[in-house]
């Protein structure tokens, strides 16, 4: 198929929609799943994949994000809390960290369990587009792509879409 007109392909994942960027603006994540081990980023649309990204960490990935300043990205279900244009990162997702839970085990343990966590694009004084030259984990916790990358998820994540991070 050529033009502006949507493509279906097979992968090993299942099925995947690949649109142009018009189509891409009708068909809205309706999920957001994030496997830390695998370094992905996928953007559903029910049971199919729209896009997928892959993705930097923290320097400290494996775990469940416990405390502020434990370069550990959160894992379970959060949501998208807002669309935020970043300073230091030009757009960014809020997603719902610290959740009650989170902030009810920290209280117990006596420790702050961080501020919130976000999908980012790169900062100003990084910057590649090349996915070979990209360096593997160089977030503080959060979930890292490139900016060009970043603006693609910025319009297909609307506020409040479930997010799953996995280990």
Same mark, same amino acid.
């Given at each position: ?11 090993? *994942?299942?099925?995947? =929609?690949?649109?142009?960027? +018009? ?12 496997? &830390? *081990? ?5 953007? &559903? ?13 923290? /320097?400290?990935?494996?775990?469940? &994000? ?14 998208? +809390?807002?669309? %935020? ?10 997603? *719902? ?15 702050? /369990? ?23 984990? =160089?977030? *503080? ?9 970043? %603006? %693609?998820? =910025? ?13």
């Amino acid at each position: 198929m050529t033009g502006r007109r949507a493509c279906l392909f097979a992968m090993l *994942s299942g099925l995947v =929609w690949v649109t142009t960027p +018009a189509a891409a603006q009708e068909m809205l994540a309706t999920l957001v799943e994030i496997d &830390k *081990s695998e370094r992905m980023l996928r953007l &559903k649309w029910g049971a199919n994949t729209i896009r997928a990204y892959r993705i930097a960490l923290g /320097p400290n990935p494996l775990g469940h &994000k416990r405390q502020a300043g434990d370069g550990r990205t959160p894992e379970g279900n959060y949501l998208v +809390a807002a669309h %935020e244009t970043h300073g230091d990162y030009f757009l960014a997702l809020r997603l *719902s960290y610290p959740a009650a839970a989170d902030r009810a085990v920290a209280r117990a343990r006596g420790i702050d /369990p961080g501020g919130p966590v976000l999908i980012h694009g790169q900062p100003a004084a990084m910057v590649w587009d090349d996915p070979g030259t990209r360096p593997h984990d =160089w977030t *503080s916790g959060g979930i890292g792509l490139t900016t060009r990358e970043m %603006e %693609e998820v =910025w319009t297909l994540v609307p506020d409040g879409t479930p997010v799953a991070i996995t280990p």
